[in-house]
């Protein structure tokens, strides 16, 4: 569909900026920043980024009428094909360290998620990693974020949308959170990116 959302049905694109964006401080553990919102400036930044963009269709706080609610893209450029594969070998290692516990983030006024997150997965030259949170006032969500590399240029996408197959609360295990309900759409997207 029309990505300006005048296609009927299509994400709207809600925002486009150069360089790098920081929400280090909205994220806990803050080195888990990079797995929870792309183009982040204390990822990119001390890699030698020479260039980078970032487009988000749809809001974070969802209201998009499209499937998935959410899509953010990143493109960035680095010197050569080697510091973009240094970046991607970098960043695996980070979200290792950030796979299989849990992250909070502040998405905006009043607006937070506990994000459970699943194990780093990579295909070639693409990772990815699930999340999910569940709450009572927001509901489930489920997010898949994925970055890979190609020559000089590193591909980073986000996607969250609500999850088909979540449970509701149970009086033993509260509001389940379960990575896996996210389906692998950032990884497919950024595998076409990425072509």
């Known amino acids: 569909a029309d990505p300006s959302g005048g296609g009927g049905g299509g994400l709207a694109l809600d925002s486009a900026l150069y360089g790098t964006s920081d929400h280090s401080d909205q994220v806990t553990p803050s080195a888990c920043v990079g797995v929870v919102f792309t183009g982040e400036h204390a990822v990119y930044d001390p890699a030698g980024a020479t260039a980078i963009k970032t487009r988000t269709f749809g809001s974070l706080y969802g209201g998009s009428a499209g499937e998935p609610p959410l899509l953010q893209q990143t493109a960035a450029a680095f010197p050569s094909a080697a510091d973009a594969q240094r970046f991607l070998d ?11 516990a849990e992250a909070d983030a502040i998405l905006g006024y009043e607006n937070g998620a506990g994000y459970v997150l699943g194990p780093v997965q990579r295909n070639a030259d693409v990772i990815a990693i699930s999340m999910a949170k569940n709450d009572g006032l927001n509901g489930p969500s489920a997010c898949q974020q994925a970055l890979g590399a190609q020559l000089n240029v590193v591909v980073e996408v986000r996607t969250c949308g609500v999850p088909q197959g979540a449970t509701a609360y149970g009086p033993t295990e509260g509001f389940p959170k379960d990575p896996d309900w996210a389906p692998p759409d950032a990884e497919r997207v950024a595998e076409e990116m990425l072509q």
Do not use: V
């Not at 970098?90 to 299989?100: D, F």
């Open 90 to 100: 970098a960043s695996q290692t980070r979200w290792e360290t950030c796979a299989r």
